[in-house]
């Protein structure tokens, strides 16, 4: 039964959702980090639905692999062009296997898998699965996805996985296709009941070992992501100490800067991430107005000093100063001196902090200018000694510590790589990035790439500075994770479903064995209804063959039609550059050119017209096989058409020193019906055929008027020359298409040995037969016959094989706008300078659609219309003009390559005023012009 369009679309639509569903089965089976599953059964429902459903019903396999592939991509961008081609690709490649497993196995379903089960399985496994793999792992190697160390083991897990999903199916196909109706289900659970409760088993037992799997890696991974943070916490606690000591061995007074100086040195040695130390002194306004805090510091006011983002500047009257009184290294950190962290609101909420809490406490991160790491402000309480000190007894140590450096040197856990958040409340702020060996990764897409190696959760740690909480979050690539996995849950899915496909098999050639049996039994019992039941059989046998008649008439009548496109095609491929080659060497032969050169431009358009007569022949020859060539017949003057082509031939006949005469029959009418186009064609061949093998003597054209036959006119005509004459033994090759008799006479005459197939069909077609008699050495005669209605009192008008001559008056044409629609530039300047010689304007478009916009703009006088263009054709243009834009007076001259029988009439059809074929003469053009200019 013959599907409707919604039918087929609908269930490719099912095919496609299937293959999704059990796609997406199939990668629960993959093993983190990776999708990669040495069991894909959705390789072997994609054969099934071809073998089953068949092959129009198949293309939802390719678009059901591409949503699946999409699906899985870690970061679903859908500009992506490689990700959009590797889905496209693994999809096709998908659609192909399937298609391919189809083809190979179809045969032997139809014979019996009885008869040939290791054949089946061979071919709808591993051979047909070789395409798949192959076109997946080609496009992720050329892709960049897979690097070249990598393919041959993903090839292999791709051709393996695809090769048990088949194998898995496979059983099942049989017996789908052996059996209908009833019977179906009754065989079918015979081996899908035992399969589903052995693949159930499997699938649960490689769940519970996966999950055993992970995490017993969660918790390798965890342990090491606990080194990391352990030793970090030892880092901070270390900084921490170092305030400590200080703060409690120093004594912040004038003269004290050695004794600091030797507190930090160890610390800022010990801890390389502790940039620099500080001692920071509090100091009223008034201390520093009555030269106190000179006294206790050997700071002045005026020494004070702030920061911004331009640099230091003096500081402002306060009523709390906090100066910095020593700083450590002194090289790097020198000009901090004096600097008043009271000008600082994060610095002095830290030192303020660290007073009420009386431990270390540490500033939120912040970036100094022209840094793009973070640092961190830790800051210790000092007790003073000094009692005149009316700001209290403290003072603070406060150091600066780079982070970068810290988490940079840090011992993090092997390959791994993590990020530092900073908690503020219910939210946090990412600080820094640190790769899987250690380096600061500053660039985000560098970090959203490396993201895209795990599949796995982050471990998160919780931690503190100073009393200030962070978030440390570590991340596995994937080849730590495969590094640190084992191939046991693979093991588990591998032999399970192994072993569900040996007793599918084994199954299966049990129910084959069965299924032979039954069908033996058909068998006898078809052939004994088939002795009673003889009539009703020849019945049918008599539909079958009409039907397979009609089938046959229908398949020639498709043949016909496409070799009619073939015809109609090759002729507008090959006139097209046909006419750009005569029409410029044409305009150049018309041009002042030096006379060597002139010579050459001749030869040129000599060798074309040659070029154009012989494809003239292969055109006619390819029309009349076709059957496409009907004969115009029309009153003729037989002797107008004779005188003519004799007339036509002298020329050559007297270059060659030959005598052509012509002799007709006086009793020959002048009034008769015929084709006088194609009777001259056939004249001319024969004349140019006897003119080719003869080198000396004469040629004779003949007409004889022979008995009347009813009311025709009875005609023989005659070619005789006194050339080489033919052998016996090869007069059946002369009308055999593209048959030379003499190779030497046709590299010196040139020639597609199809003049006289052309002649035979054409005579043929009026009626007649070619006979030749001929004797080596001294000559042919070439003969037929014709039979001819008479028409008395006629005038005859003689169509001519050249142009007529057509006067113009330039003044009357002269500046009219003339509109070439043309998409082939070398066509469009032939036409151009054509039409240049009457001083025209001309303009042009390369397409049907900008043609009705320029017409819509302005008026044009004559429009040369080019039928096949792409965006829009000639024939759909000329409809739009006339039916959209009403311009019906406008005159549209179609300008085409197409030659073919109907071309004409077709162009007239839909609104055009006259036709011209490629190639265009100068004479053909000017015709136009006076006939719809003037």
Known sequence: MELTWWQIVFRNLLVAFGYFAIAKLSIFLAIPPGFATPIWPAAGFALCCSLLMGRRSTVGIWLGSYVNNISVAPTLDLSDWTLQLSALSIGLGAYGQALVGDWLCREILKKGVHLNMIGFLFRAGPVACLLGATLGVATLWLNGVLAADQVSANWLTWWFGDTMGVFICSPILPVCVSYRGPRLWAKCRLIVFPMLLALTITIGLFAWVRKIEEGRIATTLYHQGQITVDALEGTFKRVSDALQSTATSIRPSPGSDKEFRVQTAHWLAEVPALEGIFLIRCFSSTQAQSGEMLTMSGLRLDQLKERDAHGWKPDKIRDIYFPVVFAEPQASYSEWIGFDF????????????????????????????????????LAAPVQQIEPSSSCGQFGFVAAQLDLGLVFESSPHARGLFFEVLEVDGSASTQLLRVDAQGQMMANPVHWVSLLKTTRNPPFEFEFKIAGRPFVLKFYAPAEIIQKTQTLLPWSVIVSGFFLSALMGIYLLGSLAKSAFIEAEVESRTRDLLQANDSLNLEIKERKRTEAALQAAKEEAEKATRAKSEFLAHMSHEIRTPMNGILGMTRLLCEEDLPPKSSENAQLAYTSAQALLSVINDILDFSKIEAGHLELDLAPIDLHQICMGVTQ??????????????????????????????????VLLNLLSNALKFTDHGVIALSVHRLANVSDLVSLRFEVRDTGIGISKDRMGELFQPFSQLDPSIT?????????????????EKMGGRIEVDSITGEGSLFFFHLEMRELPNTVVTLPSAELPHVRIESKKIKGKRILIVEDNRVNYLVAKRLLERWELKIEQSDNGLKALEKLQKRKYDLVFMDCQMPVMDGYEATQRIRNELQLNELPIVAMTAHAVTGDREKCIAVGMNDYLSKPIKPEEIDRILAKWLM
């Not at 431990?359 to 961190?376: E, F, I």
């Not at 590299?747 to 005579?763: A, E, N």
């Open 648 to 681: 036509l031939m002298r020329a050559q006949a007297s270059n060659q020193g030959l005598r052509l005469d012509l002799h007709l029959d006086p009793q020959i009418p002048k009034n008769l019906i015929g084709d006088a186009n194609r009777l001259r064609q």
């Open 342 to 377: 009271a000008s600082n609101p994060p610095f002095i909420d830290t030192l303020q902090l660290a007073k009420s809490k009386n431990g270390t406490y540490a500033s939120a991160p912040y970036y100094p200018p022209n840094q793009v790491l973070p640092r961190m402000l």
């Open 747 to 763: 590299r010196r005459h040139g020639g597609t040995g199809l003049g006289l197939v052309i002649s035979q069909l054409l005579v």
